[in-house]
């Protein structure tokens, strides 16, 4: 195959890009390593090729959410998580303090205030805080067809500095959005986030998400196609927040990214995409990741509303 030195390529042409920084907000993820460089592309027959750093370890980060969004989705069905947890795009930061005035329903589930209230519907109703994170964290290692573990240095330091996430949390619980004590929903997605990955677990996600839910590699129907058809919908509307109507211009792949550095693509049908790489941009997108994937839709022909 031709794909494992296109993807070489690409990274040696992205490399001399070092703008941006990674996350700060996060003490843990400030002091991550600033040059580390992946890309995996995971076809929905099961070949996966990568290229870089592929099996470096970072924290999921928002990249769970469409994942989670799947798994609240299967566990309480549609109208009860779309009750609390609208579909529109917020074209705003990921971390705004933003809710519908009528309702005190976030407007998705790609923003903070969508997954803090969609961690309160996994599992079965009235789960307690653990149980829900092992729903999380198994479902997540079901995407991946992999066993994923969790980094408790990050999830502790993040909630050290979780000021903002704990006031979004507050007005939910304010407006009977999330009926619990807001701080338990607050640990149970940081923990969320701080599962860790490699860029061809997440090639593996995304590719499952492509794939109607199936894992290529394990087989295993982790949840229905109508379940992913409303994620990748989502995430072609609101992954990339306040980027997303540039992202689905110029790339036009449903995507979600990270501020670990991760970013995902999925192609319905055909492949699942992931890159690493730690630096941000104002968005919070991988900035060596968003030139990746602007590369790979361009040199492949991979955007949606193209005609092949
Ligand atoms: N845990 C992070 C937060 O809530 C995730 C944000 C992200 O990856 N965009 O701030």
Not at 207 to 218: C, D, E, F, M
Not at 219 to 224: I, L, M
Not at 248 to 259: D, H
């Given at each position: 195959?031709?794909?494992?030195?296109?993807?070489?390529?690409?990274?040696?042409?992205?490399?001399?890009?070092?703008?941006?920084?990674?996350?700060?907000?996060?003490?843990?993820?400030?002091?991550?390593?600033?040059?580390?460089?992946?890309?995996?592309?995971?076809?929905?027959?099961?070949?996966?090729?990568?290229?870089?750093?592929?099996?470096?370890?970072f924290t999921i980060q928002s990249i769970s959410k469409p994942f989670v969004y799947a798994l609240a989705l299967a566990d309480r069905g549609f109208d009860t998580v779309l009750d609390k947890v609208?579909?529109?795009?917020?074209?705003?930061?990921?971390?705004?303090?933003?809710?519908?005035?009528?309702?005190?329903?976030?407007?998705?589930?790609?923003?903070?205030?969508?997954?803090?209230?969609?961690?309160?519907?996994?599992?079965?109703?009235?789960?307690?805080?653990?149980?829900?994170?092992?729903?999380?964290?198994?479902?997540?290692?079901?995407?991946?067809?992999?066993?994923?573990?969790?980094?408790?240095?990050?999830?502790?330091?993040?909630?050290?500095?979780?000021?903002?996430?704990?006031?979004?949390?507050?007005?939910?619980?304010?407006?009977?959005?999330?009926?619990?004590?807001?701080?338990?929903?607050?640990?149970?997605?940081?923990?969320?986030?701080?599962?860790?990955?490699?860029?061809?677990?997440?090639?593996?996600?995304?590719?499952?998400?492509?794939?109607?839910?199936?894992?290529?590699?394990?087989?295993?129907?982790?949840?229905?196609?109508?379940?992913?058809?409303?994620?990748?919908?989502?995430?072609?509307?609101?992954?990339?927040?306040?980027?997303?109507?540039?992202?689905?211009?110029?790339?036009?792949?449903?995507?979600?990214?990270?501020?670990?550095?991760?970013?995902?693509?999925?192609?319905p049908g055909q492949v699942g995409i992931a890159t690493f790489s730690p630096r941000l941009d104002e968005h919070g997108h991988s900035v060596r990741g968003v030139s990746l994937f602007e590369r790979?839709?361009?040199?492949?022909?991979?955007?949606?509303?193209?005609?092949?």
């Amino acid at each position: 195959s031709i794909i494992p030195d296109y993807l070489a390529d690409a990274l040696f042409r992205v490399e001399p890009d070092t703008s941006g920084q990674p996350a700060q907000y996060i003490p843990e993820l400030a002091g991550a390593d600033p040059e580390r460089l992946a890309a995996v592309v995971a076809t929905i027959d099961g070949e996966v090729y990568g290229a870089g750093d592929s099996d470096a370890e970072f924290t999921i980060q928002s990249i769970s959410k469409p994942f989670v969004y799947a798994l609240a989705l299967a566990d309480r069905g549609f109208d009860t998580v779309l009750d609390k947890v609208g579909v529109e795009p917020s074209g705003e930061a990921f971390n705004e303090v933003s809710l519908e005035h009528d309702t005190g329903r976030p407007l998705n589930p790609m923003i903070n205030a969508g997954a803090l209230t969609v961690q309160s519907l996994i599992g079965p109703w009235n789960s307690e805080p653990a149980e829900r994170g092992e729903r999380v964290r198994q479902g997540l290692s079901a995407f991946a067809g992999r066993e994923l573990t969790i980094d408790e240095r990050v999830s502790s330091s993040e909630m050290d500095t979780a000021h903002r996430n704990l006031a979004i949390a507050h007005m939910l619980r304010s407006r009977d959005v999330l009926t619990e004590d807001p701080r338990t929903v607050v640990e149970g997605y940081v923990r969320q986030c701080a599962v860790l990955v490699t860029a061809r677990d997440l090639a593996m996600m995304a590719a499952t998400l492509a794939n109607r839910g199936v894992n290529p590699l394990t087989n295993e129907q982790v949840v229905s196609g109508a379940v992913v058809r409303y994620v990748l919908s989502v995430m072609f509307t609101c992954g990339m927040y306040d980027a997303a109507g540039d992202w689905a211009t110029q790339v036009g792949i449903p995507a979600k990214s990270g501020v670990g550095g991760g970013l995902i693509g999925a192609l319905p049908g055909q492949v699942g995409i992931a890159t690493f790489s730690p630096r941000l941009d104002e968005h919070g997108h991988s900035v060596r990741g968003v030139s990746l994937f602007e590369r790979f839709s361009s040199d492949m022909g991979l955007h949606v509303m193209e005609i092949p």
